[in-house]
């Protein structure tokens, strides 16, 4: 916990008592009236050192009385101490609970207050989805779900809050389950507003002739992005135990957990399933594996192969068992490889620069960026090119910043203080957080040469990456998700460990390779979509010698790092991740593969 000044402090504590007096007067009356106390909250922090008591305790109170009328208050107060403590995490989950559980009281409306834009409060309210993998849209989260997004169309009005196509069918099917009247005005809505794609799925979920059975199927077909997992998601939990041991909406559920990660839910489906189907088998070969039941994987495959030998079901699931091969061996040479990976790191912090190649077409890439990075010299530059032609770069040392995108084709150059890449590690627990699932994630910001160096470091030292149980721990939670270690394989000097994840639709199987050379240092990275080769640590000066030449353009000089400069960047990047996302094959519904099948 950091905290520059005792103003600084006080001032964050007279922020956090602001309608208390209320709240206490309240319960002084109660207690003159001889009526129960109100349960006390926990005790404000006197120093920054207390603060994680306080989070834990003021966590729990708001879990036991979530209906005390000090819950909102004691909510908002963690909120802004975690934001003086740079606890993004923190921060994000307790305005999401601020707002989808006391969506009237006034720290929610400071929440929304606080947001910059209606997008970024969108991003909010899918926090529990985007942590869960899975949306929950039980009634009652369906009802809070909207009276929360309520508070932002009052914000910016709803024309430009629901202008987001996915997040506007999102509301209409929490609509429709939550019971609301007003419904039916956000299906015309959602049918006049959204691309063609999404309102396809407007026209699957609601419509009045198809049974929620055939409305699964059919939108398990349709490739709408988070339109289709809060529409799956509903329609699944309205089905009945008999509808839900059927075979395609079976099939098409576990196709779909799988997809988002949701291994271990996914067995627990199969498991329960009666169904002697080819594509069902692989899915139990490959799930159960992934928990580690190896006996349910291995009675999968012998019944796969005694009743369907000629099915390629067969083939694929045989395929997949041999690449994977003994698990537990793999994952322990796996895990000694990575231990000795990190323990270079932070035995010899060096510098980095590699190349990493993107887009494949045919055997070359479209997309080339070439990458430095050096704590010590306050280094960070990349290069991007479109078939070899510049669209961005970005070099930032301890002298000056230089921006450079292909959009106007000018340089912005600007003084370093203030304009370095920060990277901030967020770590969410499954034993202490309101979300079934852990989470890592990386944030980027703009911060000074010192925290710049500092960042760097702390990227280096990942969480759950700094002893050899937190190793085991992090891979343990990459293989529950799908991905399944093969067998690391020694050839001309290096080392390979190759990863392989199973397409849940096709069969197909995604694979991953990790180059280590003689000294446990990662070489290269390989997949079908991407590269990252010649990968070399330094501990001198010597790296712009074998960058690419800065592009040709007219220099403009800026006072300071704004957002101009930013949005260059953020521009460019956008423009390729739309490309490579263009190149993504259409959807295939698994119910049809089975009927194809049959």
Same mark, same amino acid.
């Given at each position: 916990m950091r905290c520059n000044s005792v103003a600084r402090w006080f001032f964050c504590s007279l922020l956090a008592a602001i309608g208390m007096?209320?709240?206490?007067?309240?319960?002084? +009356?109660g207690q003159r009236a001889k009526t129960p106390a109100l349960p006390e909250p926990p005790p404000f922090p006197c120093s920054a050192g207390e603060a994680d008591r306080f989070f834990r305790e003021a966590s729990q109170f708001v879990a036991k009385h979530g209906d005390s009328p000090h819950a909102p208050s004691v909510q908002h107060t963690i909120v802004m101490l975690a934001q003086l403590a740079r606890r993004d995490d923190l921060v994000r989950e307790q305005q999401y609970l601020l707002v989808m559980k006391y969506p009237q009281s006034l720290p929610s409306a400071h929440v929304v207050a606080t947001m910059?834009?209606?997008?970024? *409060?969108?991003?909010? +309210?899918?926090?529990h989805s985007e942590r869960s993998k899975t949306a929950p849209v039980s009634k009652a989260y369906a009802a809070a779900f909207c009276s929360a997004a309520e508070l932002g169309a009052h914000r910016w009005g709803a024309a430009k809050f629901f202008d987001d196509d996915s997040f506007l069918l999102e509301f209409t099917v929490a609509a429709a389950l939550a019971g609301?009247?007003?419904?039916?005005? *956000?299906v015309a809505l959602a049918r006049q507003q959204t691309k063609s794609q999404t309102r396809r799925v407007v026209d699957v979920f609601f419509d009045p002739g198809r049974s929620n059975v055939e409305k699964l199927i059919a939108i398990d077909a349709l490739d709408a992005g988070p339109a289709v997992a809060v529409c799956h998601e509903a329609l699944w939990q309205q089905l009945s135990d008999a509808e839900r041991n059927e075979l395609e909406p079976t099939l098409a559920h576990t196709v779909y957990l799988c997809e988002r990660g949701e291994i271990e839910a996914a067995a627990r489906l199969l498991q329960r399933s009666p169904h002697d189907e080819p594509h069902l088998h692989f899915l139990r070969v490959w799930c159960h594996t992934a928990v580690g039941d190896a006996e349910s994987a291995k009675a999968a495959l012998v019944v796969l192969a005694k009743n369907h030998a000629s099915s390629p079901w067969t083939a694929r699931t045989t395929e997949l068992a041999r690449r994977v091969g003994d698990l537990k061996e793999n994952f322990a040479a796996h895990g000694a490889l990575w231990k000795a990976a990190i323990a270079q790191w932070h035995n010899q912090p060096l510098g980095i620069e590699a190349t990493l190649k993107l887009g494949p077409i045919g055997d070359r890439y479209r997309y080339e960026a070439y990458l430095t990075l050096c704590p010590a010299d306050r280094l960070f530059d990349i290069r991007l090119h479109d078939g070899g032609r510049p669209i961005l770069a970005y070099?930032?040392?301890?002298?000056?910043?230089?921006?450079?995108s292909d959009d106007d084709e000018r340089t912005l150059e600007l003084p370093s203080r203030n304009s370095f890449p920060v990277f901030r590690w967020t770590v969410a627990a499954a034993d202490d957080r309101p979300f079934p699932r852990r989470g890592m994630g990386i944030h980027f910001d703009m911060a000074d040469a010192g925290?710049?160096?500092?960042?760097?470091?702390? +990227?280096?030292?990942i969480p759950l990456l700094g002893s050899a149980d937190e190793v085991s721990t992090t891979l343990g939670d990459v293989v529950q998700s799908g991905y399944l270690p093969c067998t690391v394989s020694l050839k001309d000097g290096r080392t390979t460990g190759a990863w392989v994840r199973p397409n849940p639709r096709t069969g197909d199987l995604q694979q991953w390779e990790f180059d280590f050379d003689d000294e446990s240092r990662l070489a290269a990275v390989r997949s079908a979509s991407f590269r990252v080769e010649n990968i070399r640590y330094r501990s001198n000066d010597a790296w712009r010698a074998d960058s690419p030449a800065w592009p040709d353009s007219t220099v403009q000089r800026l006072d300071s790092f704004d957002a101009t400069a930013l949005a260059k960047i953020m521009g460019a990047l956008m423009r390729v991740s739309q490309t490579l996302g263009?190149?993504?094959?259409?959807?295939?519904?698994?119910?049809?593969? +089975?009927?194809?099948?049959q």
């Open positions: 007096p209320a709240l206490c007067q309240a319960v002084e +009356l910059t834009n209606p997008a970024a *409060f969108r991003k909010l +309210l899918r926090l609301r009247p007003d419904v039916d005005r *956000f070099l930032a040392d301890a002298e000056n910043t230089r921006v450079y925290t710049y160096a500092n960042s760097v470091q702390s +990227l280096l030292a263009d190149g993504e094959t259409p959807q295939e519904t698994a119910a049809g593969r +089975l009927k194809e099948a």
